[in-house]
């Protein structure tokens, strides 16, 4: 063992995390001379949001998943039982509030659409659903807020 400090083995584990991070870095450079600034800083924000998701004990089970042309939900997870609907929202700055005030009754009502048509194909039961959001402000340093049942009080109508 050095000094200095505790011994850091290169676990199979280990080096996954390395490879997704390096996968990432990789993608979200060819993204960023491909897709709009915007676009760019979403997607960057997606993947921080994937892992923070597993780094908390989730499951992720889908991104990005699209039932049809107008809905789509960020990140599907599953914590235990539950299976976790999860809007990421990302800025630049915090400069005009939290992201995730950009969530409205419209959104909603997409993410609404998406989650029961994940759910009717799953065969998974209403009760067990949940939505949260993450949001996400890449300013020195960068904050992640995770905000559990943020919205439809708790359970989807």
Same mark, same amino acid.
């Given at each position: ?34 897709? /709009? !600034?915007?676009? $760019?800083? +979403? ?7 994937? #892992?923070?998701? @597993? ?42 509030? /939290? !992201?995730?005030? $950009?969530? +409205? ?7 609404? #659409?998406?989650? @029961? ?41």
């Amino acid at each position: 063992m050095e000094a200095g400090g505790p011994e850091r083995r290169f676990t199979p584990a280990r080096a996954r995390q390395l490879f997704w991070k390096l996968s990432d870095t990789a993608r979200q450079f060819r993204e960023s001379k491909t897709l /709009s !600034p915007e676009k $760019a800083l +979403g997607r960057r924000g997606e993947d921080l949001a994937h #892992r923070y998701l @597993r780094n908390a004990g989730f499951t992720v089970v889908a991104r990005n998943y699209r039932p049809g042309v107008d809905s789509e939900v960020d990140i599907i997870a599953r914590e235990r039982a539950t299976l976790v609907f999860v809007e990421v929202k990302s800025r630049s700055s915090a400069e005009f509030g /939290s !992201p995730d005030r $950009a969530i +409205g009754a419209e959104k909603q009502k997409h993410i609404l #659409r998406a989650a @029961r048509s994940y759910t009717t194909r799953a065969g998974i039961e209403w009760k067990d659903v949940r939505f949260d959001t993450i949001s996400i402000v890449f300013e020195d340093p960068l904050t992640i807020v995770h905000r559990r049942d943020a919205f439809f009080d708790g359970r989807a109508i």
